[in-house]
T-cell receptor
């Protein structure tokens, strides 16, 4: 049972580099989202998508891009990494029915130096 | 005002104790409510959904108070393995699937 798969698990970037965090789900969920989690800040929504071809901004979208070309995949792109983007990133997916829980990937620990 | 607010704790309790967490939400149109558990350096996982009538799963009881706009989680007979961070989550309903999370409450159960 794969569920939500995130890669990579760990990444170190230099300031100014770009990279893509991958997220894939095999549950045919319409809704997918990216969060970042920092100490004392809880989970903050970066971007989300309610279906293929549809994305929208969350609370903290600056510095990140997303696209949703298929139902299964929802990659997160860091355009020009900054130390402030050092964080743990979680991808999540859920069905859009009321009361449906969100399933999370295992997370990506990103350090920008 | 934040969408969802939780007391971050930490709560430090001995084994066997009963502990309760509350979580308040600001939007009265919120429709779905959840408690998640997050172990250190792991992803959040659903602990239980919270229904209008309340629900119980073993030592865990979750309740919803719509009038006062809060949800609660009660853990009875605490075990060492209950040590974790507990996150409440609320779905407003305007965008089905979008969850608003509290910052989490840290629980440590000591022997």
């Amino acid at each position: 049972n794969a569920g939500v798969t995130q890669t990579p698990k760990f990444q170190v970037l230099k300031t100014g580099q770009s990279m893509t965090l991958q997220c894939a789900q095999d549950m045919n969920h319409e809704y997918m989202s990216w969060y970042r989690q920092d100490p004392g800040m809880g989970l903050r929504l970066i971007h989300y998508s309610v279906g293929a071809g549809i994305t929208d901004q969350g609370e903290v979208p600056n510095g990140y891009n997303v696209s949703r070309s298929t139902t299964e995949d929802f990659p997160l792109r860091l355009l020009s990494a900054a130390p402030s983007q050092t964080s743990v990133y979680f991808c999540a997916s859920s069905s859009q029915g009321q009361g449906e829980e969100a399933f999370f990937g295992q997370g990506t620990r990103l350090t920008v130096v | 005002r934040k969408e969802v607010e939780q007391d971050p704790g930490p709560f430090n309790v001995p084994e066997g104790a009963t502990v309760a967490f509350n979580c308040t939400y600001s939007n009265s149109a919120s429709q779905s409510f959840f408690w998640y558990r997050q172990d250190c350096r792991k992803e959040p996982k659903l602990l239980m959904s919270v229904y209008s009538s309340g629900n119980e799963d073993g030592r865990f009881t979750a309740q919803l108070n719509r009038a006062s706009q809060y949800i609660s989680l009660l853990i009875r007979d605490s075990k060492l393995s209950d040590s974790a961070t507990y996150l409440c989550a609320v779905n407003r309903g305007s965008t089905l699937g979008r969850l608003y999370f509290g910052r989490g409450t840290q629980l440590t159960v000591w022997p």
